[in-house]
């Protein structure tokens, strides 16, 4: 691109993810960065427009984060959303209190200018989503009011030049009507960032940034099965060609068949696979902390690979894997609370022997299986259910051993051939089971039985970041429940889990 990026300014909001999809939706390119490094990385990247993200905290507390001068200076058009907003009014000497009455859920949005670039297109009243207990009393000097709710006056603000501009709700969420309207009003009325950004454009920055950062080096690259690792592969391949050697980890924590499913998907590839299933089931022996299990894993998955590259060819010297956005978003890279420690971020010991290279990190799913499908990577492969990292060991609650792997193995198998086929392909996103480790008495063939639960989860989504449970037919269900207990013999018991995210997330742990 000829320009810069818009830069989302986190505060800590925890779905400030949302905003960067809402603003990829519009083809314009986004990153995310905490308030802490925003200075350093906006001196970097010359932005095209900043966006200030809502956040926990109110803009009194002690140590709140707060809006830098600089930014509002004129030269970058600003979007404050929120505690955005609320730090704006207060940086530029409004006045922000404790609201009599909170506001948190759906409210009715009153424009008052409504041919204002910001509110082109939006009806004269809407539906928005609010989430604040505190309020703004007092303006700053030079700034006007756009439109309200009943609860909350200055609901959108503008400063006179119209280069500030301020929402008190959450344009981002789908909750409000015509939040996508305000924020592709203020990309191209406002700041007038062209909408020519796709992944597929992402292809040959991403070759050559690989390049760049391995040298003349030679490189492996992590492969799991899963399209985050196969496209990084691909783009690997493109830029490495025969410098990069892919290696796959049989932990045993895989789903049953994975193994040869990778290999007949990269045949051209030059794989090894390690078998180190005895020693990632010897390193989680005990451990029933769900966190404890991700950095395990995160450290033995390093090592391994320490060990592979020792062994391999001397001159390997980075790590390609495929990170993506949500990963560093959800392991608390992006500035928000972490929420779980993914392996391969998160999760990664201190004394990492590699240079790592991630391709694919500011990226989310939906866009990883556009640039997979611009690579020409088999549609298979493109819309493979994702896998966590951990594997079967976070679908396991409480201690994880090769017996409980094998029956939850057994399950899952049922549970993908079941809902396979393309009547589940692209509404699916996720289904696999999980072994929670409770146990319950049944009836078997005038036997009393004392067996495993087995649950089964089967989620629709577009990115990973929030989901919802679909709504399997009953005789799906029943389907499922009767292979389930019939085939896989320590299991008595199947219920399904009818939770969204949020408030739950995709895996149990």
Known sequence: MSHGPVVIVDFGAQYNQLIARRIREQHVFCEVIPARRAAERLAEVDPSALVLSGGPMSVYDENAPAVDPAWLDGRVPVLAICYGLQAVVRAEGGEVVPALRREYGRAPL??????????????????????????????PAGYRLLASTPECGPAVIARADGRVLGVQFHPEVRHTEAGLTLLENFLVRVAGVPQDWTPSHFVPDAVARIQEEVGSAEALVALSGGVDSAVAAALAQRALGDRLHAVMVDNG??????????????????????????????????????????????????????????????????????????????????????????????????????????????????????????????????????FPGPGLSVRILGEVTAERLEVLRQADAIVRAELAGPEWDREIWQAFAVLPGIRSVGVMGDHRTYGETVIVRAVSSDDGMT?????????????????????????????????????????WE
């Not at 990492?352 to 391709?359: G, I, N």
């Open 253 to 386: 924590l895989l789903r049953a068949g994975e193994v040869e499913e990778v290999r007949r998907a990269f045949p051209e590839l030059d794989l090894t696979v390690i078998d180190a299933r005895g020693r990632f089931v010897a390193a989680l022996a005990g451990i029933v902390d769900p966190e404890q299990k991700r950095r395990i894993v995160g450290r033995e998955f390093i090592r391994v690979f320490e060990e592979a590259a020792r062994a391999h060819a001397e001159g390997v010297e980075c790590l390609i894997q495929g990170t993506v956005y949500p990963d560093v978003i959800e392991s608390g890279g992006g500035g928000a609370a972490t929420i779980k420690s993914h392996h391969n971020v998160g999760g990664l010991p201190d004394d990492v022997a590699f240079r790592l290279v991630e391709p694919l990190s500011l990226l989310f799913k939906d866009e990883v299986r556009q640039v997979g499908e611009t690579l020409g990577l088999p549609s298979a492969l493109v819309w493979r259910q994702p």
């Open 110 to 139: 009153t424009l008052k200018e409504p041919v204002h670039p910001l509110l082109q297109g939006m009806p004269p009243t809407s539906t928005v989503w609010m989430s604040h207990g505190d309020e703004v009393r007092r303006l």
């Open 467 to 507: 989901a919802d449970w679909v709504r399997l037919p009953h005789e799906v269900l029943d389907r499922l429940a009767t292979r389930l207990v019939g085939e896989v013999a320590a299991v008595n018991r199947v219920v399904y889990d009818i939770t969204s995210k949020p408030p739950g997330t995709i895996e």
